[in-house]
Every structure is written in structure tokens, then in C-alpha cells.
């Protein structure tokens, strides 16, 4: 299989995740960033891409790896590579609709999956307003961010106001969402993983230092949390409703079920497989051999 690997840049949280792939796919398994491809739109058609200023091959199968941080130029790319009829293991619009929070709530609450109730915001806030339809305390976040990172709790409207006014005095045009807070559980989740329509496995993730974040990627600690119906069922309606191929579905503990938090497009790993036994990156390799046959 020759597969491509897209990813912004190396860091950190993807090295281990990206050399799991390449040890499942095999030696034709490449990664590809953003910055060394060229689009060049002409009736080459399939020789309109460019890789170090080169032209190369197209793979039969695009992994993508860029989650929540995916920029107009990581959609551009997949989206000239859909065009030429090579299969990605989750399609540009769903990525794109993944990394829009709001969006993303937007389209649970029309397919009738609980999440919590959530509001957008801008600056200058309506505090009160939010006071009355969210309350607090209520989890504060920016309208892409992954590994726990841009999401905040303020516990009142006077800590809320505060928080805002230093947003806006950083970043005038950012976008922000406010949730309501989920306290049955504090600082525990499930990351339930979803590779094509099936659910692969579930753990449990616990904060370790008194936060209501539980990443694992922050320090939280994970553990495999057994597989039921409700999980399954809530996972697979949540990835669907996004048209995501693989996902990692994030829910909470709500008084009357499972709630979802989010959904990501490009999941993290290292934690699951180290806590399940599952390898998930041959998970995803197997499924994208599965979609050799749609190659045109």
C-alpha cells in the first residue's frame, strides 16, 4: 500500500503516533507536510502536485493527521487530492466541520445527541445573559484546540467577565464558546475510538492534579474502560453525524447517561494502545487498505 501520512509539522504529541503508522503501513507508508507540497490547478490533472518541488506519484491512500489544527492550506491539499479521486481516511469536510466546535454542537444537537448546553460568545459579552442560559461554573473554550489546550473553567459571571476582557485585550476577532459545566463526574472522561463503523475499545481518563481536564497529554491517567451498548451506540452516532471515518469520541458522565464533550478527527493514541493492549495503528492501516478498491 502506498500511503501518505499529512501532517502540519513533527511535534511532540505526534511522533509516537506517526511512527506506529509507518511501522503498520509498511516501507511505502510516507509522511507528507503541508509546507513541502505545491497545488498547482491545471488539467495535468493527476501530475498537479508537487512534493519538495517535485513531481511525484499519488499514494492510493491519504491518512490525515492534522486534527483540530488542520488550516485552510491542510483542506486544500485534501481537497485537490479528493479531487483526483484518491480516498482519505476522513474526508476534508469532515475534518473541517470536526474543528468547528461550535458547528460540531451544532450538528449533535440536530441529530439529537446530548451534549452540553452551549453558547457562542463575543466580545463585549452579555455576562448576565450567559449567567441565566449556561450558569456557572462553565467550561470556556476557543473554537479550535486539542490536547486540553484553550479550554478554561470560570466558576463565576465576575471570574467570566475578567476572563473575557483578557481575551479580547489578546486576541480582538477570537471566537469563543461557553458550556455547560458537567460536574457528576469531575475531571473523568471516556475517549471512546472509532475506526470505520466500529468501536474498537474505550478508556477512561482521570485528572491527577485536582483539574477537570483529564488529557492524557496534560498527565492524566488512563485506564480500558469496558465496552456497552450506550457507548457504542452514542460513539458511532457522534462520528457518523460528522461523516469522521476515524475518531476519538470524548464523552462525559452525566447524571442520566453519557454526554458528549467532543469529537476529533486525528486522535492521539500512545495513551490508548499503552492502557487497552489495543494497537490501534494497525486499526487504521487495515482500514485504510479497506479503501484501496475506491481508488479511481
Not at 509498511?26 to 493527476?46: M, Q
Not at 483539574?211 to 497529554?217: E, G, L, P, R, V
Not at 500512545?270 to 486499526?283: D, K, L, M, S, Y
Request: glycine residues 10%.
Amino acid at each position: 500500500m502506498h500511503a501518505w501520512i499529512i501532517q502540519q509539522k513533527a511535534t511532540r504529541q505526534t511522533k509516537y503516533e506517526t511512527q506506529r503508522l509507518i511501522d503498520e503501513g509498511g516501507p511505502n507508508t510516507k509522511v507528507i507536510y503541508h509546507p513541502t507540497v505545491d497545488i498547482i490547478v491545471s488539467r495535468e490533472g493527476r501530475r498537479s502536485i508537487r512534493v519538495k518541488n517535485r513531481v511525484v506519484d499519488l499514494p492510493q491512500v491519504i491518512i490525515p493527521r492534522t486534527g483540530s489544527g488542520t488550516g485552510y492550506f491542510g483542506l486544500a491539499i485534501l481537497r485537490h487530492m479528493e479531487r483526483l479521486g484518491v480516498p482519505t481516511c476522513n474526508p476534508s469536510h469532515a475534518i473541517e466541520a470536526t474543528k468547528d466546535k461550535l458547528y460540531a454542537h451544532q450538528v449533535f444537537a440536530e441529530q439529537g445527541i446530548d451534549t452540553p448546553k452551549t453558547m457562542l460568545v463575543k466580545h463585549p459579552v452579555n455576562a448576565a445573559l450567559v449567567a441565566r442560559e449556561i450558569g456557572f461554573p462553565a467550561v470556556v473554550k476557543i473554537m479550535a484546540g486539542s490536547y486540553g489546550k484553550g479550554v478554561y473553567m470560570v466558576n463565576t459571571q465576575s471570574e467570566f467577565q475578567d476572563f473575557i476582557e483578557f481575551a479580547h485585550n489578546i486576541k480582538t476577532d477570537e471566537a469563543i464558546i461557553v458550556q455547560q459545566y458537567i460536574d457528576t463526574r469531575p475531571g473523568e472522561d471516556l475517549r471512546v475510538f472509532v475506526v470505520g463503523k466500529k468501536v474498537i475499545g474505550a478508556i477512561k481518563r482521570s485528572s491527577q492534579d485536582g483539574s477537570f481536564k483529564a488529557n492524557i497529554t496534560r498527565g492524566g491517567g488512563a485506564e480500558q474502560f469496558p465496552l456497552d451498548r450506550e457507548i457504542k451506540d452514542i460513539a458511532l452516532a457522534t462520528a457518523q453525524s460528522l461523516d469522521l471515518e476515524i475518531a476519538g469520541v470524548d464523552l462525559l458522565f452525566g447524571k442520566n447517561g453519557y454526554v458528549v464533550c467532543e469529537a476529533n478527527s486525528a486522535p492521539g493514541f500512545e495513551g490508548f494502545e499503552a492502557a487497552t493492549g489495543i494497537n490501534v495503528a494497525a486499526e487504521i492501516i487495515k482500514y485504510a487498505k479497506s479503501k484501496l478498491g475506491k481508488y479511481k
